[in-house]
């Protein structure tokens, strides 16, 4: 086990994540340049001969009053059923936490919560488990999402597998004259704007433009796009794909009050999909949804349309280093989650 340090370290690194299987992008050194309101830091597993074999990144924040957590979203890129690596893995995380002085190590896997083996290897280890997370604000990252198998598959076959009413609404679009352009960072001024728009109708909080653009620095245009669909020349809907390794995801999307009934939304998630097709992804992730599998929800049919399936990860894996202190963390942060839902829930009303 050793820590990543050098120049030579991160070229590897990004080399091994990029080349592996359970790549993701929220593991990659890019995203950890977005995110710079905490500190990084890699774990690395090797084998005898110094090669990466596993990894995690965990960023480090100071709490007021609490200390230092530390946090992995959708880590550790390893062969997760091999207890030697996630001992590695497990011995750098502690190294850290005594570095550190942390509290509380939490990972948000994407390892499927019917993985019993990686379940029991984690409790070996001396992790507990967190497994009853329904809501977004629950945890960080959504623990049920919609994921579309693409390897090897082509766009007639994905299509062909769309919920009737799915195809109907993409052929909709098209023939009222919905147009889809790839954009660049000037229009993440337009996309903005409209994000705006979303989330006073939705309900939740909007990063400031400045976040995205940030993110178009450190990502793109090799790791994340723009795509935005026009009617009669105004944008009125726009989405964030990311492409990292094996994988493309739907990051963010926006859409006006204007036109909504020429379903712009099912043409933009079509266009991604065909983004991820040709780029030969394995796995198009649709990301978050709620955690009761109902199609009276709107999000959840949406998604459900478009032929993917319905995935519940593992949920939250972690370690308490001091069990009390983040006993009353995980209380107070429970709370501060609740009240600012019912706050944005006043203020939607």
Known sequence: MRLLKTKSDEEEYTRFL???E???FQQSL???NVKTSWKKEVILAEDSSKKIIGSLMVWIRKIPIFGNIMYSARGPVCDIHNIEVLKQITEGAKELAEKY???VLRIEPDIKSDDTTFKNIMLELGYSIKD?????????QPRYVFRL??????EDEIFKAFHQKTRYNVRLATKKGVTVKDGNKEDLKDFHKIMITTGKRDGFIIRPLEYFEKMYDCLGPEHMKILMAYYEGKPISGVIPIMYGNKTWYLYGASSNEHRNLMPNYLLQWEMIKLALNRKSDIYDLRGVPGIADDSNGLYRFKKGFGAEYTEFVGEVYIAFKPLTYKIYHFSEKLFRNLRALKLKLKKK
Do not use: L, P, V, Y
């Open 18 to 20: 990029e080349s592996h």
């Open 22 to 24: 359970r790549c993701n």
């Open 30 to 32: 890019e995203w950890a």
């Open 101 to 103: 002085n942390a509290i």
């Open 132 to 140: 009853d997370a329904k809501n977004f604000r629950d945890e960080i």
């Open 149 to 154: 198998d693409t390897k090897g598959k082509t």
